[in-house]
């Protein structure tokens, strides 16, 4: 059992930059799969960045790559999403997610365990 705990959303202007962060507990963390995922007011879910249990793989969504970086530190059981560049499309409530079976992974149901969220908003 993993629980995941997201913070550092906020209000930021265009072009701005934040950084998230993802607080795990439970055991085997540094197994797990981590992701990030967005929901845009009226829209799905959506991926947005990926990172393997060692940190040696990450993938990310076309519309975040050169802009956005995830990474983890395994001894503190934290993953994190620096953001910079920030656009007003970047909008959403954003989800920590882990995904016990390893690997990249870009699809919602390969994750087992979810954060609550963390909004971010970008005003133009």
């Known amino acids: 059992q993993v629980h995941l705990v997201e913070s550092g959303g906020a209000l930021v202007q265009a072009g701005g930059s934040l950084r998230l962060s993802c607080a795990a507990s439970?055991?085997?963390?540094?197994?797990?799969?981590m992701g990030w995922f967005r929901q845009a007011p009226g829209k799905e879910q959506e991926f947005v960045a990926t990172?393997?249990?060692?940190?040696?793989?990450?993938d990310y969504a076309d519309s975040v790559k050169g802009r956005f970086t995830i990474s983890r530190d395994n001894p503190k059981n934290m993953v994190y999403l620096q953001m910079n560049s920030l656009k007003p499309e970047d909008t959403g409530v954003y989800y920590c997610?882990?995904?016990?079976?390893?690997?990249?992974?870009?699809?919602?149901?390969?994750?087992?365990?979810w954060g609550q969220g963390t909004q971010v908003t970008v005003s133009s």
């Open positions: 997610a882990a995904d016990s079976m390893g690997g990249i992974a870009r699809a919602r149901p390969s994750y087992d365990y």
């Open positions: 990172i393997t249990w060692s940190g040696g793989s990450t």
């Open positions: 439970g055991s085997f963390f540094s197994r797990y799969t």
